[in-house]
Nanobody
Framework: QVQLVESGGGWVQPGGSLRLSCAAS????????MAWYRQAPDKQRELVAT???????TYDSSVKGRFTISRDNAKNTVYLQMNSLKPDDTAVYYC???????WGQGTQVTVSS
């Protein structure tokens, strides 16, 4: 079955960095588009970044220039490098097999001083 397991969340001060990882299994990762979403308290889940099987990336305007999505097909893993973090980035971050409605369990990211 499809499994998506996120890791790498935690607490960081404003301006800091974190790298999220998502290990995928149960489907052909190398030909699949992947995505990161996030959900802050009392807000709807929002799309943060996507990466196609060929490596084409898209970003929400709120994170463009600060976040980088990447993938390692040999490891069936997708990453989200987050730099210059702001308190507004605080949320649970979810990995997704894009447009197939599979999600990981989420990893908490907290940005505060």
């Amino acid at each position: 079955q499809v499994q998506l397991v996120e890791s790498g969340g935690g607490w960081v001060q404003p301006g800091g960095s974190l790298r999220l990882s998502c290990a995928a299994s149960g489907f052909t990762f190398s030909i699949s588009s992947m995505a990161w979403y996030r959900q802050a308290p009392d807000k709807q889940r929002e799309l943060v970044a996507t990466i196609s099987s060929g490596g084409t990336t898209t970003y929400d305007s709120s994170v463009k220039g600060r976040f980088t999505i990447s993938r390692d097909n040999a490891k069936n893993t997708v990453y989200l490098q987050m730099n210059s973090l702001k308190p507004d980035d605080t949320a649970v971050y979810y990995c997704s097999w894009y447009r197939n409605y599979y999600w990981g369990q989420g990893t908490q990211v907290t940005v505060s001083s």
